[in-house]
């Protein structure tokens, strides 16, 4: 499920199997995101393989490991509304700023809306409530969004320097917070969305995603998203609602990786109230920013 021999590349597909594309034109198609998580610092996460051309960019996808709390909530639990020891949330947190060398570590009490938090102040809060997206072109401030199935959706603007987190939970498909995010960018910043790269976290896969109700719950546009009986691809319907705001196909990255299967995340549909969040982060580098490429940046 890895790289292959021959410099091709196994994809899993989200409706089974796999696919394969040679690495000399996987760019025109579809770029894989690595599967195996990079270990630094006792903390294992993963990253999109397309943000790794950009030396001023840091980012990450944290599993649930590596940190402090225990029990339902171990271990690198990010949330404190979710009934951890604080104390634990505050050490995870910590541990996390300091891999980034962050200044500041941003994140905001989500409420699956499409508000989105524009930070323009180099000196801004830690946390910030009502909003599910946040923006900025400041370094050293790395954007937080917590998650246990919702999907977070990392945007960067190489050259206008513009980076965005979003929270995106099917209600938040449902108001379209991705197209909104965008068009802040552009309003706020100049953003072109032909220039702007995505890429969608593990969360919730096809294979999982049954809404027995969606006739209520769901828009008609959606519906031709269902894979069989009430499943939805809502890694399909992002794809679609960043391309409909303008972001090239073959700019898009998409973990394919699903929370409720995959162990190493915390997952609200397998386990219930009782679980923790991981996070999603990306960040401009400072100047004083260690200045690495590649893999895992």
Known sequence: ?????????????????????????????????????????????????????????????????????????????????VGDIAENVSKNLEKVKNYFKARWLVWTHQVHDKKVLVIKNERPTSSYTGFDALVTNQPSIALLVKLADCQGILLCDPKKKVIAAIHCGWRGNVVNVIGETVKTMQREFGSEPKNIWAGISPSLGPCCAEFRDYQTLLPKTFWRYKTKNSYFDWWAISCMQLQEAGIPE????????????????FSYRRDGKKTG?????????????????????
């Not at 999603?280 to 200045?291: C, N, P, R, T, V």
């Open 1 to 81: 499920m890895q790289w292959a021999v021959n410099s091709a590349v196994r994809v899993p597909s989200s409706h089974g199997g796999s696919r394969w594309f040679e690495s000399s034109t996987a760019h025109h198609f579809f770029i894989p995101f690595w599967y195996m998580p990079f270990i630094r610092g006792n903390l294992p996460f993963f990253a999109f393989s397309n943000f790794s051309q950009f030396p001023f960019l840091k980012h990450a996808i944290f599993t649930r490991e590596g940190g402090y709390s225990q029990e339902a909530y171990a271990s690198l639990n990010l949330s404190y509304t």
């Open 250 to 265: 073959h700019q898009i990255e998409v973990a394919r990786i699903c929370t409720v299967c995959d162990k190493r995340f």
């Open 277 to 297: 969040r991981f996070g999603a982060i990306i960040m401009l580098k400072g100047d004083e920013g260690d200045s690495r490429n590649g893999e895992g940046n």
